[in-house]
């Protein structure tokens, strides 16, 4: 079976500091498979390389078998790789209705985008409840299930979510992790990264160690957990 | 007291064509991050546009409205793919430059074309006052009020309705997160400044019956436009609008009642008021820095 | 380009000086030395001008100063007959004052507005000088204005007179550069927010560049009436302004030499581009654009490349890359390893024993509302002087808000803060970082552009004295000043293990460092109260643990510590006392068992991990 997203050997720089170092990773379709690492250790370079807002030196990246290295993040949007950014990055001065049909913007089939839309305000009805509210006047954590759900109505087939738990309460960590979970349950494929480790490894099928720009450890979440420097370093031993 | 409406009137004329300016301007600003010193050459182009269909070429003036807009918002679009999209990384004062150097090009390219003598582009509606209870208003003055704010409603529907419209407000609000949507932020940059630059045009090819027509009239336009969105709030729709119909009507009364010689003083007076008042303009935020 | 000067540098400044002063006598088309001269007048303009540039300010109005120079000093001379060197200064003076009174209603507000508001104020001046025809003659302009001394007969006094100027300004810029107001100047640029919680003062730092900056445009404003002789309002067009922007960016902003290189560059262009009269401007237009799209960071630099590029290809050596010079740091002199040879170390007075059962700081009844929302509500709570006090709780649960009401950063709505007994409502953040109070911020905070060290030296800067005329003419005490910070910084970067990345751009630094960096920048400034926001952000288990050890460290050298975090095993490992909030409200406070049991902190914030 080929992969649904594959890196090779890629390489990325920000002017002349490498960010990334040859790295090499994939993700098939129906998975979740998360990033952990430090921040700094270039997580969100990774998504940001593959959705397009970054384009690598050296290296491949495919999704679907097509190259996508280069391409701009309208067309690779397009493909049905939707990037979740870190930091929520609603719009805030739009609704949270008006939200949710940005996510919406590539597609034109106007009659399934109600439907979706209108099965995402049953899933989420505090969304429902404040759809014609401005987005900037959101709580984090409500602010954070509208970035989801407007990614979610983008109809991904990669769903790219950057550190969902960034600057939340515990509390609300576990709501998120909990819709992560559905939407994973649901058949949609899930590339996460995550600096919550402990979050990251109970929700993934396979993790990778980022460490400094390199993938240092690659497997099945629950060997990782029991790995010595990842509990170590990660996990707070 | 019929003078006083009548200048109010007058004010309000002057005021939406600023408001027209303000938009654009404002426009480009939150959107592409650029300070557009080349504003109010657009507008001058569009007023000779209109001159050389309209009174030279003997087009009807509507239709000269039209082409006036299309032109200069072609230039706009051109202007934006080859001179502002390659620099768009660079430190802000580059852009800012780079329509500096525009600015003076359009300028004396204009005065090359054509001479710097003022021009009279006649009038396309008959000399006729009409009788609006106590006030007298002529034809082409009632056309300019409503035409400018049949636009700026047109330009507002636009913005809140049509996709590309939303496209715009969603990259003015956070362009990353707008390209990650799927929105291809080229397409609104450049669609941005054509439409700030037909503004302009329609703004100018409006007042051209009204008042002459030269060369040089750009650059204190340009200086008023920037008065109207720092009064308004950088960023502001609505700040440009109100600060622009605030600017036509304080000119107008000012230049009635006080000394016309001063009249484009009162555009730096209100910035002046405005900062120390409320800084952030009439309806601005916080959020976007100037250079 | 790394400047104090290398030795080619002052070799060729040496040359450049020497064929200046023979001007006038190898040359002998007047044409030339009048050229010189007005050129001369530009260099003036566009460095005063690249002193706003050197604080962050773009200004779009230096023609008013200029004109209000010119204006004063002519009519001084023609009505009233003041003689020319009194008229000369009261020209700068003037300017001065208009400077700073434009300057103390604008950049209190936001600094860019200085830049429209000059602009306001230019064509203002302009049309009082069209309109007020008793005194300024109108259109028709001043005539007759008398040259400098009897004796001025011709362009050659002129010439030595204005290098003379140009000169004296340049090596003024070139010390104040590379004084202690330089490198706060220089903080400024970087981050301005940063470098008012370590004690500068963007605004007055900013007042003192539009000070100077005036001042020589007024004095070459005379310069240019009794040139010219002649004096109109079209001095003050708008497009004289552009010029001086034009040449400053052009000819490479941030640096010294780029705007005088830029000011000859657009003083002769134009008279060469005569010959296509009138195409002239057009050309001139297009030129800019140009230039804008191939050598955006200016001319200088664009040489400096070239040059570098010949060199390389006539010698065959390849130079090492340099640091970017757009914003380069005046005052290092180090090795490339980051190396200093080694200094004699000064007492820097310490921080002093504190008392656990005095209060430190005061929270009162805290209010802060924006916009319709209570951010924060009627909170209450004290910091203890020597002890570690977390702030806990949700995402907008107020916790940033109330530390930058503490730092004055943002705004306070009802209620009062004291420190020490004194109230710190009405201080600015600046004020407050002088009283001792030090904080980092929750999104990486730091000047990106200088090195890692440089960026401690600016810290530890910002409590030193200000005084211009000090750091201009008592070279020793400037020099101390340095060295005390040099050595400082060292300090730090042994402390918190950052001495290998001494010379290393801050911004290039990987994350965890650069949070410890940011720490660092904060104690630099030598606080007694340190607040810290969200410090282990970020951070893998092995770097918190790191914090902690680092936390425990500095209060036990007396600092206190009060700390905002989500990281409940370093809060509750670290803390003496925990305040939780909830909603912009205090809903408990105690020692950490005590606040870890509590139920209303279960509920609303822990879940079901304690």
């Not at chain 2, 060369?215 to 969105?229: C, E, H, Y």
């Not at chain 2, 107008?252 to 910035?271: E, N, P, T």
């Not at chain 3, 705004?411 to 020490?420: R, Y």
Request: contains cysteine; glycine residues 10%; charged residues 15%.
């Amino acid at each position: 079976m080929a992969n649904m997203l594959r890196m090779t050997n890629v390489e990325v720089y920000y002017g002349s500091v490498r960010a990334l170092d040859s790295v090499t990773l994939h993700v098939d379709e129906g998975e979740l498979v998360t990033l952990i690492g430090s921040n700094g250790a270039g997580k969100s370079t990774v998504l940001k390389t593959v959705s397009g807002l970054t384009s690598p030196r050296v290296g491949a990246i495919e999704f679907l078998n097509q190259r996508i290295d280069g391409m701009s993040p309208t067309e690779i949007v397009r493909l049905g790789v939707v990037h979740c950014p870190e930091g929520r990055r609603v719009f805030p001065d739009m609704t949270v209705r008006e939200n949710l049909d940005m996510g919406a913007y590539t597609r034109s089939d106007k009659d399934d985008i109600a439907t979706d839309r209108d099965r995402l305000f049953e899933r989420f009805p505090i969304l429902h409840g404040r759809q014609h509210q401005r987005a900037g006047d959101l709580s984090g954590g409500q602010q954070q299930m509208l970035a989801i759900a407007r990614a979610v109505l983008a109809q991904p087939r990669l769903l790219m979510l950057d550190e969902p738990s960034l600057g939340l309460a515990p509390i609300l960590v576990e709501q998120v992790a909990e819709i992560i979970r559905e939407l994973h349950a649901s058949g949609t494929t899930i590339l996460l990264n995550e600096q919550n480790a402990e979050m990251a490894l109970r929700l993934a099928d396979r993790t990778y160690v980022l460490e400094t720009g390199r993938i240092t450890l690659e497997g099945a979440s629950e060997d990782l957990l029991q790995n010595e420097h990842v509990r170590k370093s990660y996990l707070g031993g | 007291m019929v003078e006083f409406v009548q200048h109010l009137l007058n004010g309000f004329l002057i005021g939406g064509i600023y408001a027209l300016m303000g938009i654009g301007l404002t426009l480009i600003f939150g959107v592409m991050n650029v300070v557009n010193f080349a504003h109010g050459q657009f507008y001058m182009l569009g007023a000779f546009v209109v001159y050389t269909v309209f009174t030279l070429a003997g087009v009807p003036y509507v239709l000269a409205l039209v082409v006036a807009a299309m032109a200069v918002g072609l230039l706009g679009v051109i202007t934006e793919r080859l001179l502002l999209r390659p620099i768009r990384d660079q430190p802000p004062d580059v852009p800012m430059l780079a329509t500096i150097g525009l600015s003076i090009f359009l300028a004396n390219m204009a005065l090359i074309i054509w001479d710097p003598t003022p021009k009279d582009t006649g009038l396309p509606f008959p000399l006729v006052g009409v009788k609006v209870g106590p006030l007298t208003l002529t034809p082409m003055r009632l056309f300019v009020l409503v035409a400018a704010f049949a636009i700026i409603a047109g330009s507002h529907l636009f913005l809140q309705r049509s996709r590309m419209g939303k496209a715009i407000r969603a990259t003015f609000q956070d362009r990353e997160a707008a390209a990650l949507m799927g929105v291809d932020v080229n397409v609104v940059n450049m669609v941005t400044f054509g439409w700030g630059a037909a503004m302009a045009a329609l703004a100018g090819g409006l007042l051209a019956p009204i008042f002459q027509v030269f060369p040089t009239m750009g650059a204190i336009v340009t200086a008023k436009s920037f008065a109207v969105v720092i009064v308004g709030g950088l960023g502001s729709f609505p700040g440009a609008i109100l600060a622009g119909l605030l600017l036509g009507i304080a000119e107008s009364l000012g230049a009635g009642y006080v000394s016309s010689g001063y009249r484009d003083a009162i555009a730096f007076i209100l910035i002046i008021v405005v900062l120390v008042v409320r800084p952030t303009g009439l309806l601005g935020h916080e959020t976007h820095k100037l250079a | 380009m790394a400047e104090p000067l290398t030795r080619t540098s002052r070799y060729l400044l040496a040359g450049l000086l020497a064929i200046a002063v023979l001007l006038p006598y190898t040359v002998s088309d007047q044409f030339i030395i009048r050229l010189a001269i007005q050129s001369g007048i530009f260099i003036l303009l566009a460095s005063a001008h690249n002193i706003l540039m050197k604080v962050g300010l773009l200004s779009l109005g230096p023609v008013a100063f200029y004109g209000l120079g010119a204006y004063v000093s002519a009519i001084l001379t023609t009505r009233y007959d003041v003689p020319f060197p009194v008229a000369f200064l009261a020209a700068g003076l003037a300017a001065t004052a208009a400077g700073w009174i434009i300057g103390r209603l604008t950049l209190r507000l936001r600094a860019a507005y200085f830049v429209l508001v000059t602009l306001g104020f230019a064509e203002c001046f302009r049309l009082v000088a069209l309109n007020w025809i008793d005194m300024t003659n109108g259109p028709m302009g001043i005539t007759a204005v008398p040259p400098p001394a009897r004796w001025f007969v011709g362009y050659v006094p002129y010439f030595y007179f204005i290098l003379m100027l140009v000169v004296l300004t340049m090596f003024g810029l070139y010390r104040m550069e590379h004084s202690t107001i330089g490198r706060a100047m220089q903080a400024i640029r970087q981050n301005e927010l940063l470098a008012g919680s370590v004690g500068i003062s963007g605004f007055r730092y900013m007042l003192l560049a539009a000070l100077i900056a005036s001042f020589i445009m007024g004095l070459a404003g005379s310069f240019y009436a009794h040139f010219f002789q002649f004096l109109g309002p079209e001095i003050l067009a708008f497009d004289l302004t552009i010029a001086i922007v034009v040449m400053v960016v052009a000819g490479g902003r941030a640096t010294l030499i780029g705007p005088v290189l830029g000011a000859i560059v657009f003083t002769v262009l134009p008279e060469v581009l005569r010959v296509v009269q009138v195409w002239r401007m057009a050309i001139f237009g297009l030129l800019l654009m140009l230039m804008m799209l191939f050598m955006p960071d200016g001319i200088w630099p664009a040489l400096q490349r070239l040059a570098q590029r010949c060199f390389e290809r006539v010698t065959g050596r390849r130079t090492p890359a340099v640091v970017p010079s757009s914003f380069g740091s005046p005052s290092e002199g180090f090795a490339a390893d980051g190396s200093r040879p080694p200094v004699p170390t000064r007492v820097e007075h310490g921080v002093a024993p504190t008392d656990r059962s005095q209060t430190l700081l005061t929270v009162e009844r805290l209010c802060v509302h924006f916009g319709g929302v209570q951010a924060v509500h009627m909170v209450d709570f004290d910091v203890k002087a020597g002890e570690i006090l977390s702030i806990i709780g949700p995402n907008g649960a107020g916790k940033t808000t109330i530390l930058n009401a503490i730092t004055r950063v943002g705004p306070i709505t009802d209620g009062e803060i004291s420190h020490q007994d004194a109230l710190l409502n009405d201080l600015r953040s600046y004020e407050v970082a002088r009283r001792g109070i030090g904080r980092t911020f929750q999104h990486t905070s730091l000047f990106p552009d200088v090195s890692t060290r440089q960026n401690l030296v600016l810290a530890h800067n910002g409590l030193e004295p200000e005084s211009l005329l000090l750091n201009l003419f008592r070279t020793d005490a400037s020099v101390q000043a340095a060295q005390d910070a040099e050595v400082a910084a060292d300090r730090i970067l042994e402390r918190t293990r950052l001495l290998p990345y001494g010379a290393s751009l801050a911004r290039s630094l990987p994350y965890g460092h650069q949070r410890v960096l940011e720490l660092g920048i904060a104690l630099a400034a030598r606080p007694s109260l340190l607040l810290l926001d969200e410090p282990a952000a970020g951070l893998n288990p092995v770097e918190v643990s790191d914090l902690m050890a680092t936390i425990q460290r500095i209060r036990h050298e007396g600092v206190t510590v009060v700390l905002v975090e989500h990281d409940m095993k370093l809060v509750m490992s670290v803390s003496d006392r925990i305040v939780v909030l909830d909603h912009g409200r205090k809903i408990a406070e105690g020692r950490p068992e005590e606040v870890r049991t509590n139920q209303r902190v279960v509920e609303a914030y822990l879940g079901k991990r304690g």
